[in-house]
């Protein structure tokens, strides 16, 4: 953009066309931000992945029986990198094409554009998923099956609106309401009782 700034600047003979490229290359670095998270300890913790809205709790039946999903709700205006809920080894990353819907729209959990990651550690597993939302169109994730992961740690990103779901054991207690504004890897989303997560 700052090179199409120049570019502008230098054919038209006039610095005004220049002034819409440079708010765009603002813009990007800007949403491309990468804040410092302070990362909780603690035996049982899950972290968001993501900064966002949460949109939604429910108990949903899966084919490895019921679970509880957390829905967060990213705007263009929240730090996209996505980060481990918790600490462990990836034992699966399974990434799909798909629609582009709203991200609010609950059926964009099984029909938009998603990479599905399962993390166990600490005697359970965690799955989280980067949806696409209605402007996203890239999903960025820097692992792969068998790699592991520290609570917290950063693993990719989602460019521009998006949503990520978090898919958690039926007995891990919520620390997380609707309406509420959580922020990736800083944020505890659940806990797992005392002495489930062993």
Known sequence: MLAVACVLAWVTDNWAWAIPPVLLAAFFLWFFRDPRRTIP???GLIVSPGDGLVTETVTIATP???QQRISIFLSVFDVHVN??????VISRVSYRKGQYLNAM???????????VVVVR?????????????????RIVF??????????????????FGSRVDVLLPP?????????????GGSSVLAAMPVGAAQ
């Open 142 to 159: 820097n692992h792969h099956t068998g790699d592991t992961l520290e609570r917290g740690q950063r693993v990719g990103l989602i460019k």
């Open 171 to 183: 007995e891990a207690a919520l620390r997380v309401k609707v309406g509420q504004r959580v922020k």
């Open 121 to 137: 550690g600490e005697g359970f597993e965690v799955c989280f998923k980067q949806i696409a939302g209605l402007l996203a169109r």
């Open 105 to 115: 729209n609950p059926a964009s959990a099984d029909r938009n554009e998603q990479n």
């Open 64 to 66: 490895d029986g019921p």
């Open 41 to 43: 300890s603690g035996e």
């Open 83 to 88: 980060r481990s809920p918790i600490g462990g």
